[in-house]
């Protein structure tokens, strides 16, 4: 079936890196937009970057661009997350999710999520 | 970036209850409006896109309406597994954003 799983996540200091990945199985990984959105502790949800279904195009929110790269291998099925520079703040729940292209579709395929922690 | 402004913040209904959630755009965003439920510790649920376009098995006590800068989620009749945490989400600019989220409590 459609399956986003998350990896990587865990426990670092503050100024360290992490890489977090998303494996995708039960569709068309080449086809589809894919995203990166996190979640603090007991907050909201945050949208952090996308990236198109060939790689040309990406975005970052603002509280995350020039320390976080978006990448994606449409081999492997995987979508990636560098994250450097970590911050407290940056600890959250890590989702990766589906977009269809256009635009306009909503991200309908989450992941379960995988939790970084920041904290010396 | 568009902000995303959801009213109210929390809410307490009763099953069976009709129940409106709106969410206002800083800027017009055409249709791209989409929403979803969230339940804790679960992942985030895709209900409506493009404002108004149901996601395929999601009931059909769920609507949205809009345009430009003013939306809403409508459930029109509540059940005991509609409690849970809405978002909406703007995908017109560059930038995504996330309303705050509203809160459905049983009352």
């Known amino acids: 079936q459609v399956q986003l799983v998350e990896s990587g996540g865990g426990l670092v200091k503050p100024g360290g890196s992490l890489r977090l990945s998303c494996a995708a199985s039960g569709f068309t990984f080449s086809d589809y937009y894919m995203s990166w959105i996190r979640q603090a502790p007991g907050k909201g949800l945050e949208w952090v970057s996308y990236i198109s279904s060939s790689g040309s195009t990406i975005y970052y929110a603002d509280s995350v661009k020039g320390r976080f790269t978006i990448s994606r291998d449409n081999a492997k099925n995987s979508l990636y997350l560098q994250m450097n520079s970590l911050r407290a703040e940056d600890t959250a729940v890590y989702y990766c999710?589906?977009?269809?292209?256009?635009?306009?579709?909503?991200?309908?395929?989450w992941g379960q999520g995988t939790t970084v922690t920041v904290s010396s | 970036d568009i902000q995303m402004t959801q009213s109210p913040s929390s809410l307490s209904a009763s099953v069976g209850d009709r129940v409106t959630i709106t969410c206002r755009a800083s800027?017009?965003?055409?249709?791209?409006l989409n929403w979803y439920q969230q339940k804790p510790g679960k992942a985030p649920k895709l209900l409506i896109y493009?404002?108004?376009s149901l996601q395929s098995g999601v009931p059909s006590r769920f609507s949205g309406s809009g345009s430009g800068t003013d939306f809403t989620l409508t459930i029109s009749s509540l059940q005991p597994e509609d409690f849970a945490t809405y978002y909406c989400q703007q995908s017109y600019s560059t930038l995504w954003t996330f309303g705050q989220g509203t809160k459905l409590e049983i009352k």
């Open positions: 999710a589906r977009a269809p292209p256009g635009g306009n579709y909503g991200m309908d395929v």
């Open positions: 493009a404002a108004s």
């Open positions: 800027q017009s965003i055409s249709s791209y």
